[in-house]
């Protein structure tokens, strides 16, 4: 387009802004982020020639066209997720077609920090949705006269230090239900009414464990658990540890076959409600989300092809095929991130940031190793909870200084008039 052509048209917005972010834990951002997810359009892929024949507004534009595809990238299905997405798509299907009045079971997804657990199961909620309301393009269960949003899944973050009573609000909030000088029971009462009257088929409560069991007080939260199950309504929890949480018995997982064995009740000692975790036990199946290994052929494999679908994604000037699968750079990934996939996404997108700063427009062992990833870098995350991962340090090197994309610089001085 020439200067005049943009003129008369007037100033248009690129098309790569990300507007409003939508919150999935309401219902209107959950709506929206399940209808819009997938439509981001990455940036085309040009070479170092065509991209100096650019004038500088349009390689400004692509540049920051080029920011806003690697802080997009893609999430990937891994072995480990597309495992546990199988398990829970299938329950989520096996229960809502299910028309007895009787007890769904449901699932706990336990694994590290980092490794993709919410974005697995909203994915897999979320494709639920859009084919189950293919089905029923109305609330079939809205009761005559009113205009009950329908709401065949809900996604909720359980809060932070979190109470029986603060995980009922969370839930009443998606649904954006009144609960206002509520007691618990009736706040039970409330969650199982919007549950029928928004025809909800899946509930998730994701970092579940953040709900401490270590006081007497806090076996309530147990009580609400089965409270929940009673409903027509796959539950799914998700956190960090769950197996030595409290929420279940101490378990084992077994070697040969990945499942979590749970030892009689009658195991557990003396607990102020030592029946609570049996039932959960027996009315949850445990699934882990592990990260990638790199001691076998198939762990090697595997982390290789996640390395060459993310390859793809990257819009780097001098990048090349295998730039990261070849030689030594599939092991230093690993070394730098081992194997979660949350870690290895924020060095890649740091990484590309200060490659395209620097003119270096690749991604070497050599530019990655000035990549320093801080806590803060990973916001939203409980560390008392076992929410925060073990970040690998950097390698020490004395030929390259310390890399400060993620430092506070203040705020610029102002230009000389």
Same mark, same amino acid.
């Given at each position: ?47 170092? +020639? /065509? ?9 400004? *534009?692509? %540049?920051?066209? !080029?920011?806003?595809? =690697? ?121 199982? +009414? /919007? ?9 998730? *409560?994701? %970092?579940?464990? !953040?709900?401490?069991? =270590? ?203």
């Amino acid at each position: 387009m020439t200067s005049s052509d943009a003129t008369q048209s007037g100033p248009v917005a690129p098309i790569f802004l990300p507007g409003q972010i939508p919150d999935r834990t309401r219902w209107t951002g959950w709506d929206r982020w399940r209808r819009t997810r997938g439509l981001f359009v990455p940036a085309p892929l040009f070479t170092l +020639d /065509a991209y100096q024949k650019l004038s500088p507004r349009q390689r400004r *534009l692509h %540049d920051l066209h !080029r920011v806003a595809t =690697h802080s997009n990238l893609q999430i990937q299905e891994t072995p480990m997720s597309m495992r546990v997405a199988w398990r829970l798509r299938a329950l989520i299907e096996d229960n809502a077609f299910d028309c007895s009045p009787g007890t769904r079971p449901g699932m706990m997804i336990n694994g590290g920090a980092c490794q993709g657990k919410t974005e697995t199961v909203c994915e897999v909620i979320a494709g639920f949705e859009d084919d189950w309301l293919a089905l029923h393009a109305d609330n079939p269960l809205a009761i005559a006269g009113t205009r009950d949003i329908h709401a065949p899944v809900a996604y909720v973050r359980t809060p932070v230090k979190a109470t029986p009573i603060s995980t009922c609000q969370r839930i009443l909030d998606f649904f954006g239900e009144d609960y206002k000088g509520m007691r618990l029971e009736d706040l039970v009462r409330t969650v199982k +009414d /919007a549950v029928f009257d928004h025809g909800c088929k899946a509930l998730v *409560l994701d %970092d579940v464990t !953040r709900l401490k069991l =270590h006081r007497e007080a806090d076996q309530d939260v147990l009580d609400l658990i089965r409270e929940l199950m009673s409903l027509p309504v796959t539950l799914a929890l998700v956190g960090v540890g769950i197996p030595k949480s409290g929420l279940l018995r101490d378990g084992r997982r077994d070697p040969v076959t990945g499942q979590w064995l749970f030892p009689p009740v009658k195991d557990r000692g003396k607990s102020p409600n030592d029946e609570a975790p049996g039932q959960t036990d027996l009315r949850f199946e445990l699934l882990d989300l592990d990260p990638f290994r790199y001691d076998t052929r198939a762990g090697i494999t595997a982390w290789t092809g996640h390395l060459v679908g993310l390859e793809s994604q990257l819009r780097l000037l001098r990048s090349e095929e295998g730039m990261l699968t070849t030689g030594s750079m599939p092991e230093y990934l690993f070394s730098r991130a081992n194997g979660v996939v949350g870690l290895l996404k924020r060095l890649i997108q740091a990484g590309c940031r200060y490659a395209m700063e620097t003119g270096e427009e690749r991604l070497t062992p050599d530019l990655l190793d000035a990549m320093v990833i801080h806590p803060a870098d990973l916001p939203g995350l409980d560390p008392d909870s076992g929410e925060m991962p073990d970040i690998p340090p950097a390698p020490r090197r004395t030929t390259r200084s310390r890399n400060t994309v993620f430092d506070d610089r203040g705020t610029p001085p102002a230009a000389a008039g």
